[in-house]
């Protein structure tokens, strides 16, 4: 099993629909992490969370809201999906051995908004 | 966190040493150089990391120049496999709470393309 698991892999929905991204992992890390990645672009944060009681905006919260329900789930929700919500997202976690920061990325949800 | 410039694009051929170039000539101190690399829509995977020194483990070797304002990632014996979009990412240590976090920034790195 993937250490890292997000719940879709493909989702198509329509505008103004509200849905959620899910995502587990093993690695007893944490830290979780929200990105994003348009075509041609490289990832972008959207929320992150140091631990259960932490959540953190990054650099595009906005249209979106999280949940970190236990140590290993972390989702993410888009409360009315519109179209240029279309990306491929990523949920990561992460350690920090030494000193550094290591992620581990889960394979993606390709979400599409018609 | 340093930026970081990348080649948009690099061919290497197969069994042949690839090589992927990165500058980072603000980077300060206690800023490490971190090498990650994403093959077509999965989620990146790390390679390797470093402060000062040369770097090497079982994927890559790290070369970080003296003056730390470039690192080269060397893939020894690139295969197919290799092909991918390879990310030079520069950041600080950790930060031990989030109020102050900077995460992980990723740029539009290299798409290096292994060939036959």
């Known amino acids: 099993d993937a250490d890292v698991t997000q719940t879709p892999r493909n989702r198509i929905t329509k505008t103004g629909k509200r849905i959620m991204l899910e995502c587990s992992q093993t690695k007893g890390h944490d830290r979780m992490y929200w990105y994003r990645q348009d075509p041609g672009l490289g990832l972008r944060l959207i929320y992150y969370s140091f631990d259960v009681k932490d959540i953190n905006k990054g650099e595009i919260s906005d249209g979106y809201s999280v949940s970190r329900q236990a140590q290993a789930k972390f989702s993410l929700s888009l409360e009315s999906a519109i179209p240029n919500q279309t990306a491929l997202y990523f949920c990561a976690t992460s350690d920090l051995p030494g000193g550094s920061v290591r992620y581990t990325f889960g394979s993606g949800t390709r979400l599409t908004v018609v | 966190d340093a930026k970081t410039t990348q080649p948009p694009s690099m061919d290497c051929a197969e069994g042949r040493a690839a090589n992927l170039p990165c500058n980072h000539s603000t980077i300060s101190g206690n800023e490490y150089v971190y090498w990650y690399r994403q093959i077509h829509s999965q989620g990146p995977q790390y390679i390797i990391h470093g402060l000062k020194n040369n770097e090497t483990n079982e994927m890559a070797s790290l070369i970080i120049t003296e003056d730390r304002k470039s690192s080269t990632l060397i893939l020894p014996h690139a295969t197919l496999r290799d092909t991918a979009v390879y990310y030079c990412?520069?950041?600080?240590?950790?930060?031990?709470?989030?109020?102050?976090?900077?995460?992980?920034?990723f740029g539009s790195g290299t798409q290096l393309t292994v060939l036959p």
């Open positions: 990412i520069v950041r600080v240590r950790h930060q031990i709470s989030s109020g102050s976090a900077r995460q992980l920034t």
